[in-house]
């Protein structure tokens, strides 16, 4: 069955220095979509950053990137330049397509907090 | 562009009643799913619309329900609700040309008393 494991419940990073969130993914499926989400407080789901498993570069959205590596079955996101706002939750979800639904399968999420 | 719009975004309901929430998908997105985010199950998915059918359903018991509209509008109904029903209840809507892109609203915080 699908799974999504993040490994670090918190982080820590200083402002301006860049982090990188891990997220392992395990799918029997050649053919998904990896996503990352920011939900600060608030609640709402800020969607960040996707790379599909056929997509031959690294995604890249401003200061965010994904390091996937599909061999390791692994979708790091890296942050760099940390500001305050980015003290959040992190989510890395998939997305299966072996139908026609968009079901996501969530991690556990990572706390990240970013001292000033 | 508005994003997606889930209302009400705060309320407290006693068990036994029932409770209905509204999701409001960004213009021109047909498809709508939701997820129930709780802190010891954490995001779970409940169910998705598309084009006002129910295209996938979550391990959630039929008390958990739900529709979307001709506008693609879509509401989810829990009834008879349970003290383990209090979660945020989150909204997200995708479209045709977005793709991959799933964007979701600011969620539905009900707490069950």
């Known amino acids: 069955a699908q799974k999504i494991t993040q490994t670090q419940p918190g982080m820590f990073v200083q402002e301006k220095e860049a982090v990188t969130l891990d997220c392992t993914y395990d799918t029997s499926d050649p053919s998904y979509g990896l996503f990352w989400y920011k939900q600060p407080s608030s609640g709402e789901m800020i969607f960040l950053i996707y790379q599909g498993s056929y997509d031959q570069q690294n995604a890249t959205e401003g200061r965010y990137s994904l390091n996937f590596q599909k061999a390791r079955k692994s979708a790091n996101l890296v942050i760099s330049a940390s500001q305050l706002g980015d003290s959040a939750m992190y989510f890395c979800?998939?997305?299966?397509?072996?139908?026609?639904?968009?079901?996501?399968?969530f991690g556990s999420g990572t706390r990240l907090l970013v001292r000033p | 562009k508005a994003g997606v719009t889930q209302t009400p975004r705060y309320l407290i309901k006693t068990r036994g009643q029932q409770v209905t929430l509204s999701c409001s998908p960004i213009?021109?997105?047909?498809?709508v799913s939701w997820y129930q985010q709780t802190p010891g199950q954490g995001l779970q998915f409940l169910f998705e619309y598309f084009s006002e059918t129910q295209r996938n359903k979550g391990n959630f018991p039929g008390r958990f329900s739900g529709r979307q509209f001709s506008n693609s509008r879509s509401e989810m109904n829990v009834s008879t609700l349970e003290l383990g029903d209090s979660a945020l209840y989150l909204c997200?809507?995708?479209?045709?040309?977005?793709?991959?892109?799933?964007?979701f609203g600011e969620g539905s915080w009900l707490t069950v008393v």
């Open positions: 979800a998939m997305r299966e397509s072996m139908d026609s639904s968009y079901k996501l399968i």
């Open positions: 997200a809507s995708r479209g045709s040309v977005s793709g991959n892109t799933i964007y």
């Open positions: 213009s021109g997105h047909r498809s």
